[in-house]
């Protein structure tokens, strides 16, 4: 995805973003993200409980959903923000201050959606 989305400290000052390469792109890791914890869950189902597999498998269950769904649901609401506001072929902020608002705002769902995440004010 080079070049579909930046984000960076505020000193870069840039913001780029296609808001429906974003969105599509997101879409399939979810998709293909719940396909293999699916699978997880159904080995979980009939696996050993007290199994250092398991175990791994359930921390992984639970690091998802703590983690990558939260950034994944940010990066989504950054995506359709664009969209809503710039339309489809997305924006190429190059003042700093801009840029900095926008890329401050994926920081700011996510922690919307997980203030624990790690690096969140919170």
Request: negative net charge.
């Amino acid at each position: 995805m080079t070049g579909e989305i930046t984000s960076g400290d505020a000193s870069e000052g840039i913001f780029y973003m296609k808001p429906l390469t974003v969105i599509e792109a997101y879409a399939r890791v979810l998709v293909d993200d719940q396909k293999r914890l699916a699978h997880i869950r159904r080995q979980l189902a009939s696996a050993d409980d007290t199994s250092d597999w398991s175990e791994h498998a359930r921390a992984v269950v639970q690091r998802w959903s703590a983690i990558q769904l939260p950034n994944i649901a940010a990066t989504m609401c950054l995506a359709l923000e664009v969209l809503d506001t710039y339309g489809p072929e997305g924006v190429q902020v190059q003042d700093s201050v801009e840029a900095a608002v926008w890329n401050n705002k994926f920081f700011a769902w996510r922690n919307e959606f997980n203030p624990r995440a790690p690096g969140s004010s919170a």
